[in-house]
C-alpha cells in the first residue's frame, strides 16, 4: 500500500537557524515523484518543492532543498534560514506511476519558528 | 495568488442539504483535482478530471459528484449532508496528469460548515 509518513506532528525551530521536517514514504513502484507543501494559517496550500524517482540530484529551490535518501524512502525537507513566515503546515506528498493523477498526502507537520 | 479560484469561500448549511462548490483552473490547465482536508482525515483526494473526463476516483463518497464543463470549470456537488462532511474542500489544477513535476496549483478552498 501507498503510503506518506511524517513523524513529527509539532516543530520548534528559532528564527535564522535551519530545520529538517522528516517525511518517509512507502511504494511499490520504481516510478513515482514526491512534493512538499506549505500551509500557513490563512489556508491556502502552497507548492513548495518536488523530487523524481529517478532525479539524480537533490531538489533545491532557494531556502528549500529535499535530502532524498531513495534506499530508505526518505525525503526529508529541509529550511535553511528559517523566517518568521515559515510557521505554517508542511505536507509531504507522493503521486506514483500506477496512480498518477492521485496524490497521497502525510498527517503533516506544523512548524513554529520563534523570534 | 494561484490562479485557481473557488467559490464559495465559506457556505454553512444544513444536515441533509445539498450544495454545489464551484471551481475554476489556471488558464491553460486541463486537469482539475478535488480534495477534502478535515481534521480527523487530514488531506484526502477525492476525484480528478481531465479535460472534461473523469480520471482518477479516491475516496469520494456516493453522495458525493463532481463534473468538469468544458470551459474547464469544474462543480463539486455534495448531497444528503452529514455533519462529518464538515471540512475544507480544495480545487487544485495542473497543465496534464503526467508522472513529472505535475505541479498542482490550489486554490483557496471552500469551508462547509454543516449544522
Known amino acids: 500500500a501507498q503510503k506518506i509518513t511524517q513523524t513529527q506532528p509539532g516543530m520548534f525551530v528559532q528564527e535564522k537557524e535551519a530545520v529538517t521536517l522528516d517525511c518517509t514514504y512507502d511504494?511499490?513502484?520504481?516510478?513515482?515523484?514526491l512534493f512538499w507543501y506549505k500551509q500557513p494559517s490563512s489556508g491556502e496550500m502552497i507548492f513548495l518543492i518536488y523530487q523524481g524517482s529517478y532525479d539524480q540530484q537533490n531538489a533545491t529551490e532557494g531556502r528549500y532543498s529535499l535530502n532524498f535518501q531513495k534506499a530508505r524512502k526518505s525525503a526529508n525537507l529541509v529550511i535553511s534560514a528559517s523566517q518568521l513566515g515559515d510557521s505554517a503546515m508542511y505536507f509531504c506528498?507522493?503521486?506514483?506511476?500506477?496512480?498518477?493523477?492521485?496524490?497521497?498526502f502525510g498527517p503533516g507537520t506544523s512548524l513554529s519558528v520563534i523570534p | 495568488d494561484s490562479g485557481v479560484t473557488q467559490t464559495p469561500k465559506h457556505l454553512i448549511t444544513a444536515t441533509g442539504q445539498r450544495v454545489t462548490l464551484r471551481c475554476s483552473p489556471r488558464s491553460g490547465d486541463l486537469s482539475v483535482y478535488w480534495y477534502q482536508q478535515s481534521l480527523d482525515q487530514g488531506l484526502q483526494f477525492l476525484i480528478q478530471y481531465y479535460n472534461g473526463e473523469e480520471r482518477a476516483k479516491g475516496n469520494i463518497l456516493e453522495r458525493f459528484s463532481a463534473q468538469q464543463f468544458p470551459d474547464l470549470h469544474s462543480e463539486l456537488n455534495l448531497s444528503s449532508l452529514e455533519l462529518g462532511d464538515s471540512a475544507l474542500y480544495f480545487c487544485?489544477?495542473?497543465?496534464?496528469?503526467?508522472?513529472?513535476?505535475?505541479?498542482?496549483?490550489f486554490g483557496p478552498g471552500t469551508r462547509l460548515t454543516v449544522l
Open positions: 487544485a489544477s495542473s497543465v496534464g496528469g503526467g508522472l513529472g513535476n505535475n505541479e498542482q496549483f
Open positions: 511504494t511499490s513502484d520504481p516510478s513515482y515523484g
Open positions: 506528498a507522493m503521486r506514483t506511476k500506477t496512480s498518477y493523477d492521485k496524490v497521497i
